[in-house]
């Protein structure tokens, strides 16, 4: 069934508020999701009847947690086809999925002189922990330029990607140009080398159908907030033998199995427990892995394939009327086929934090900046960042002409 916008409008209850007198027209969804009245419902309804800590009682309500907690991965699991939960772990975004790879996984597997290939194209959360380990261990990492359209340099890649490099790890889809990166290549060229590849999946799992099988990534990483969900809730999916492969990054209660003293060495000997629990330490965020179970849903009964073509339909409307403008510069692929839904712009003669100031006074919420994507913005020689509208489900035709009027108007008094 084709999107009706107005519909699911009413499954979001803030989209009825008004912001400094005017309706809210709410375009960083880049940044986070609103929440449908379904996800908020299930986390509510959890807290009303089911709370209790998971995994650590006989009674009633740990086993009705447990069960609610465990049907959560596998509706995840489900949703980016994996093979089953024990491929997903629960963390509390995409930053902590990424630098769970990069302590639990590449800190061991390393050797000197071994290469981490990357992207001028990634959000510093896929840029960070990389540079962090490369202190910690003789490592190099390299990265890959973006051509003029900004795309990802492929002849670059190629040429970059050696028996040397051991993980490549790039984002899907990227947050500020828009850019869809084509991973199932990229993991196709990477095994050849022998390399492992995380894929940055934050801004491509809540738009569009992800199949972990279909790239053949290795770890996929992503996070709730932006897909629906609550925040402080994110997966980590990885290869089984590969989490099996791995030691645990965080430890303490729920991920070991046994944990007993050895009197005669004198040292506690430890086994881990089953995946995904063994990467799990501590009581998670339950409830938050609910919510993510119930936006999952949500999402799953409007379509994955569905999500993706409205909101190519509204990034194509979007940047037609917005090349009507004189004083725009748009980034990132000009086919609304090659682009997730984020366009990143600038006015110019005006600040994007100036631009974005002036939207909110009319109730359209937009982010300016450097989207934390600072290097990237260096290598597009950009100075002060871009304003950045990104859209979802809810967001309408009607709701970009008003933001157009508006660019217009500012256009005008430039
Ligand atoms: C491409 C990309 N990667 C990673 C992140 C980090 O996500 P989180 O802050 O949820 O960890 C973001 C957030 O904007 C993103 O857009």
Redesign the pocket.
Known sequence: MPIDPLKIREDFPILKRKVNGHPLIYLDN??SSQKPKQVIEAITMFYENHYANIHRGVHTLSQEASEAYEEAHAKVARFISANGSEEIVFVR???EAINLVAYSWALRQLKPGDEILTTLME?H??IVPWELLSQLKDIHVKYVGITKDGVLDYPEFEEKLSQRTKLVTV?HVS?VLGTINDVRRICRLAHEVGALVLV?G??SVPHMPVSVKELDCDFLAF?G??MLGPSGI?VLYAKKEILESMSPFLGGGGMISKVRFDTSTKKCKIDWNVLPWKFEAGTPNIEGGIGLGAAVDYLSSIGMEEVRRYEEELVSYALKRMSELEKIKIYGPSDPRMRGGVISFNLEGMSPHDVAMIMDQSGIAIRSGYH?AEPLHDAMGIHGGTARVSFYIYNTTSEIDIFINKLKEIEAII
């Open positions: 880049a940044a975004n995409t930053t959000h959360s896929n984002v947050n940055d934050a801004q996070s907030h932006k994110g934390c």
